[in-house]
C-alpha cells in the first residue's frame, strides 16, 4: 500500500491569507498509514526521535481507531505533539530510520502525530497531563526556567511531571519562543501553540512574561528567591548580517524583525491590525533555510513580488523539501548562484536595488556543501525595494553577558557537559542557546535530559 497524500490548500486560495497549508490527513487516509506500519521488534524509528516517542505503540493503537489511548501514549515523552506533528524535520529523524524507507515510502509517522494530537484538541478529550497530581507543589524544590521555547517548556513540564514547582520566565510578552514569534502561521497555527502551552500551565508551571533574566532579575537572585536550580533556555534570537555597505539603509529587515512584526505584532491579522511594517512592492530575501522560506512566504501574502537570493543551488538549501516546493507553488522568484554586495540606497535613504555577484560551485567546505565562488565581473542590480536577510542566528547573548562565571564557547553558546551542567553550579541550560540555530525536537530533547540532570542533581543536594 502506497503511502497516504497530505492534503494541503490549493496555492490560490493560499497566498490570499496566512490560514494553515498543510491539512493533515482524513480519519480514513490515517488508519489506512498506520496499518502500513511493519511493528517491527526492534524498531529503528524510535532512535530517530530525540525525545524517545513509543512509536509503532501509538501507530498501532491509531490502527486500531483508539485514538484516545494514542495521544496518551505520544505525551508520556512529547509534551507538544500537534507542534512537533507539523514543524519536526521528520524526512531527517523518525522517518528516516523507518525500515520501510529503505525499499518505499516510510511511514507519515509526523502526520499520524498530528492527527492524534488534533484529535484531542478538536474532541476536546484532554486527559493525558501524565502528572503526579498529588505531588504538585508539596513542598518540593523550586526550580527557574529562563525562556519559554520548545527547550524551556520540555524542561519546566518534564520537571513539573516529576512534582517539582516550576516557575518559567520569559522576556517577551507572550510565551513560546520561536513557536510564537518566528514560525508563520500557516505553517504553525498560533490556536495550536496555545493550547499547547495551557496544557503545561495546567501542569502547575507559572509563567512569568516580561522578565529579562540577566535585566530583572540575574541568576543570583534567583538563587536568593530560593529556586535550588536554574534551566537557561534562552535560544539563538540575535540577527546575522552580511556585512555589506547599504545595510543600515531603511526598508532593511533581519528575518528576525520581519516575522516577529507579522506574527507577534500580528500583521497576519490583516486588516483587523494595523501593524506598521514598511515594506514596499519588490522584496528580495536573502538565505536558503526555513527562516528565509517563512519570510519569503509571509511577504507573498501580504501581496508582494519576492525573490529568493541564494549563493548555492536548490541541492544544498538547508529548507525542508516540503517548504521550498510550497513556496515554488506560490509563486516565489529563485535567484540561485547569486551573492549579494551591496544595497543600494536612494536619495531618502530608502533600498532601491541590490547588486549582486554570480556564484559557481567549488569544492565542499567544513559543512560538507560545496563551496560558492564568486564569477569575476558578473555583477548585476536586482530592482528591489526591500530586503529581508535571513541568513542565520546567533546565541541570545544577555545572559552570558551579564554573568561573568558562565563559560561560553567562541560562538557566543554556553558551555555545558553532557549533563547540561554549566560552569555555575546549579544551573543547566539546553536548546538552541547550547548548539546554535537548531531545531524544535533537538531542543524539546535538551529541556528533556536536562530536566532528568537537574532531578538528579536536587536529589543529591
Ligand atoms: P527559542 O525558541 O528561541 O526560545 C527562547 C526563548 O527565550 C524566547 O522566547 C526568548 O524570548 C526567551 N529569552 C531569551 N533571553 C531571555 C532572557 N534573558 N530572559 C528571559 N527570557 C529570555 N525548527 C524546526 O524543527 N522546524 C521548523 O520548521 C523550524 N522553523 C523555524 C522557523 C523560524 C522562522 C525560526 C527562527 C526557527 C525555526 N526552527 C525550526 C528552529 C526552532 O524554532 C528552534 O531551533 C527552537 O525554537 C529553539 O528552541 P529554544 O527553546 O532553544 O529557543
Ligand atoms: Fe513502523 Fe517504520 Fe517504526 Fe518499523 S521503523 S515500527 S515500520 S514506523
Not at 518566528?182 to 516580561?210: D, H, M, W
Not at 522578565?211 to 535550588?228: C, H, M, N, P
Amino acid at each position: 500500500m502506497a503511502r497516504q497524500k497530505i492534503l494541503k490548500l490549493s496555492p490560490q486560495e493560499r497566498i490570499k491569507n496566512f490560514n494553515e497549508v498543510s491539512l493533515g490527513f482524513s480519519k480514513e487516509q490515517t488508519i489506512l498509514e498506520a496499518k502500513r506500519c511493519l511493528q517491527c521488534r526492534e524498531p529503528k524509528c524510535v532512535e530517530g526521535c530525540p525525545v524517545e516517542i513509543d512509536i509503532p505503540k501509538f501507530i498501532r493503537l491509531i490502527s486500531e481507531s483508539k485514538f484516545d489511548e494514542a495521544i496518551s501514549k505520544i505525551k508520556e515523552k512529547n509534551n507538544l505533539p500537534a507542534i512537533c506533528g507539523r514543524v519536526c524535520p521528520q524526512e531527517e529523524q523518525c522517518e528516516k530510520f523507518c525500515i520501510l524507507g529503505k525499499k518505499d515510502e516510510p511511514i507519515a509517522i509526523g502526520a499520524l502525530e498530528r492527527f492524534a494530537a488534533d484529535w484531542e484538541i478538536e474532541t476536546k478529550r484532554e486527559k493525558t497531563l501524565h502528572c503526579k497530581l498529588s505531588t504538585i507543589n508539596s513542598g518540593r524544590p523550586k526550580v527557574a526556567v529562563v525562556g519559554s521555547g520548545p527547550a524551556g517548556l520540555t524542561c519546566s513540564a518534564d520537571l513539573a511531571k516529576m512534582g517539582y514547582k516550576v516557575v518559567l520566565f520569559e522576556s517577551l510578552h507572550k510565551p513560546g519562543g520561536v513557536l510564537t514569534y518566528g514560525i508563520p502561521e500557516f505553517r504553525l497555527p498560533k490556536s495550536i501553540v496555545s493550547y499547547e502551552i495551557e496544557n503545561i500551565r495546567k501542569l502547575g508551571v507559572e509563567i512569568i512574561l516580561n522578565t529579562l533574566i540577566g535585566k530583572t532579575y540575574t541568576l543570583s537572585d534567583l538563587f536568593e528567591q530560593d529556586f535550588k536550580a536554574i534551566f537557561i533556555g534562552a535560544g539563538a534570537g540575535l540577527p546575522q548580517f552580511l556585512g555589506i555597505p547599504g545595510e543600515n539603509l531603511n526598508r532593511v529587515y533581519s528575518a528576525n524583525e520581519f516575522l516577529t512584526r507579522i506574527n507577534l505584532m500580528k500583521t497576519y491579522l490583516f486588516p483587523e491590525y494595523s501593524t506598521p511594517i514598511n515594506i514596499g512592492e519588490r522584496i528580495a530575501v536573502i538565505g536558503g533555510g526555513n527562516v528565509a522560506f517563512d519570510c519569503a512566504r509571509c511577504a507573498i501574502r501580504l501581496g508582494k513580488k519576492v525573490t529568493l537570493v541564494y549563493r548555492r543551488t536548490e541541492e544544498e538549501m538547508p529548507a525542508r523539501d516540503a517548504e521550498i516546493n510550497n513556496a515554488k507553488e506560490e509563486g516565489l522568484d529563485f535567484k540561485l548562484l547569486t551573492q549579494p554586495v551591496r544595497v543600494i540606497g536612494d536619495d531618502s535613504g530608502y533600498v532601491k536595488g541590490l547588486e549582486c555577484i554570480r556564484m559557481e560551485l567549488g569544492p565542499p567546505d567544513e559543512s560538507g556543501r560545496r563551496r560558492p565562488i564568486p564569477i569575476e565581473v558578473s555583477n548585476f542590480v536586482l530592482d528591489v525595494d526591500t530586503l529581508i536577510v535571513a541568513i542565520g542566528q546567533s546565541p541570545n547573548p544577555l545572559i552570558p553577558k551579564s554573568e561573568p562565571d558562565l563559560k561560553i564557547n567562541k560562538d557566543g553558546t554556553i558551555k555545558v557537559d553532557k549533563d547540561y551542567r554549566t560552569s555555575i553550579k546549579g544551573v543547566f541550560a539546553g536548546g538552541d542557546i547550547i548548539t546554535g540555530a537548531d531545531t524544535v525536537i533537538s531542543a524539546m530533547g535538551a529541556g528533556k535530559r536536562a530536566a532528568r540532570a537537574i532531578d538528579n542533581y536536587i536529589k543529591n543536594l
